[in-house]
């Protein structure tokens, strides 16, 4: 009938152009799609990595090599070693000043040096780092050399039983390296990490300071 407009929607059709069939073939061509992208993943899932090259890595004992206090030391472990139980019960002679205590990357007293930054032995492998550069307190000064820090500790009686001892001069020291001038502010949150129980905070931050004040910056 003239002048009469004919209703898209009665053929299947839209007015932008789309048909129902157009839609529902374009919805089965995307679940193929998905559905071969998920077989893909689930494929490459189930594969997974190559079993021969992982009983390499983690099957048995390996040699290191650590550099530790500007030594190579040879030491023979279990991938999942930590650091800490390498140097104390591993390296012959042992070393000792790091002590574990929590075993739990709480309390610091076995914090050593891992290229001049302040870290938790326990919870460092071995195995990560070799390649880098270790230094314990026994690399920070000897009974007959202290260092700055060593040496304040003992002037400003600022250790009890001792465990955490070596933790908190090891944290100062790298502390002084990169501020060679703190105030006591600065000192408390370079040994946020580490635990006294015997509570001998304020001959800690007094050794501390009394060590910058020295002028001498920890090597």
Request: glycine share 10%.
């Amino acid at each position: 009938m003239a002048g009469t407009c004919e209703d898209p929607s009665a053929k299947g059709q839209s007015p932008s152009g789309w048909t129902r069939r157009n839609f529902l073939k374009g919805v089965g061509v995307a679940a193929v799609s998905a559905d071969a992208v998920l077989g893909s993943v689930t494929k490459a899932a189930e594969a997974g990595p190559d079993a021969k090259a992982l009983n390499e890595i983690i099957d048995g004992p390996v040699k290191l090599t650590l550099n530790i206090n500007d030594k190579d030391r040879q030491v023979t472990v279990e991938p999942r070693t930590t650091l800490l139980s390498a140097m104390r019960d591993r390296l012959e002679p042992a070393l000792t000043g790091p002590k574990l205590v929590c075993n739990a990357a709480t309390c610091g007293a076995c914090t050593v040096l891992l290229n001049g930054k302040p870290v938790y032995g326990c919870s460092v492998l071995a195995i990560d780092a070799v390649g880098k550069k270790v230094t314990t307190v026994e690399g920070l000064g000897t009974p007959d050399h202290l260092s700055p820090v060593q040496q304040a500790f003992v002037e400003k009686d600022a250790m009890m039983c001792g465990y955490c001892t070596s933790g908190f001069v090891t944290s100062v020291t790298a502390l002084l390296r990169k501020n060679p001038n703190p105030n006591e502010h600065q000192v408390r949150e370079a040994c946020k990490g580490n635990f006294c129980r015997c509570g001998t905070y304020p001959h800690i931050f007094q050794a501390a300071l009394a060590a910058a004040k020295s002028g001498s910056t920890p090597t």
